[in-house]
């Protein structure tokens, strides 16, 4: 299946992973009422190419949408999920929360990770959300490991969202990560116990799951790539792309030091 992969391979991983972790240190500090999403794009495509890197997200094909993806981020605000696209005409304002994802293609091989950021003063409730996902991935990082499964994982997941009766988006999933952006297998951010693929070390995988603070239901928007919540509740976003080993997992995105 292609999904353990050998030491060299692992050391570009992790080459191609420092990248995204350096940019979503940088948009730490960037993101701040005023400034635009594209404005945070620009920062983020240079980046990448100055260390002789490829946004992985730019002209990226979907089927059933017309057009590629035209960013090298997805920046999503508030009410959005997922694979909104940075305009100038799209301001941060005080209060938002900005999810922004990023993926890197360097030396041939793929780092992807997303973090959500308060612009200014963020309220109680999407503070508390961006503290629960983030928990949630926290949770799945610390049960994966070498023959643990995806629905260990999917579970560690969903026990942190639904006991804080947070929606949990369920359409989109994390996945395998590699000489591809998107590989074999799927990693829902749900799932029963003991079930589904076997972890091995070796295998590479980007756990990212996306919370709401309302019900499921997720709609696309007129742009054909954001995914926006159904009931215009708010969202966070959390994503690491890891190695799996024996005792654990090494994170090859590391955006939070
Ligand atoms: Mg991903």
Same mark, same amino acid.
């Given at each position: ?193 003991? !079930?589904? =693929? &076997? ?8 756990? @990212?799951?996306? *919370?709401?603070?309302?019900? #499921?239901? +997720? ?6 790539? !954001?995914? =926006? &919540? ?8 959390? @994503?690491?792309? *890891?190695?799996?080993?024996? #005792?654990? +997992? ?8």
């Amino acid at each position: 299946m292609g999904l353990v992969k050998k030491e060299h391979e692992i050391l570009h991983m992790r080459r191609a992973g420092k990248v995204v972790g350096d940019v979503l240190r940088k948009m730490r500090e960037l993101v701040r009422p005023g400034v635009t999403t594209l404005e945070l794009d620009e920062t983020a495509e240079r980046m990448i190419r100055n260390e002789g890197g490829v946004p992985a997200f730019k002209g990226y094909r979907v089927p059933g949408i017309p057009s590629p993806f035209p960013g090298t981020l997805c920046v999503s605000i508030n009410e959005e999920i997922v694979h909104g696209i940075p305009t100038k005409e799209r301001v941060v304002q005080e209060g938002d929360i900005v999810s922004i994802d990023v993926g890197v293609e360097l030396e041939g091989y793929f780092g992807d990770a997303a973090c959500t950021y308060g612009a200014g003063e963020v309220s109680p409730l999407r503070k508390k959300l961006m503290r629960v996902t983030l928990d949630s991935l926290h949770a799945a990082l610390s049960v994966a490991r070498s023959g643990k499964t995806l629905g260990d994982i999917g579970h560690a997941v969903e026990t942190v969202v639904l006991s804080e009766n947070f929606g949990l988006v369920r359409n989109y999933a994390g996945h395998g990560i590699g000489k591809k952006l998107h590989e074999f297998p799927q990693v829902p951010n749900y799932g029963k116990p003991h !079930t589904g =693929v &076997t972890l091995k070390s070796g295998m590479t995988i980007a756990i @990212e799951p996306m *919370v709401m603070t309302g019900g #499921e239901e +997720v709609l696309a928007k007129d742009d054909r790539w !954001t995914v =926006v &919540t159904a009931d215009g509740s708010d969202a966070a976003h959390f @994503e690491h792309s *890891v190695l799996i080993c024996e #005792e654990g +997992v090494e994170v090859l995105t590391p955006w939070e030091e």
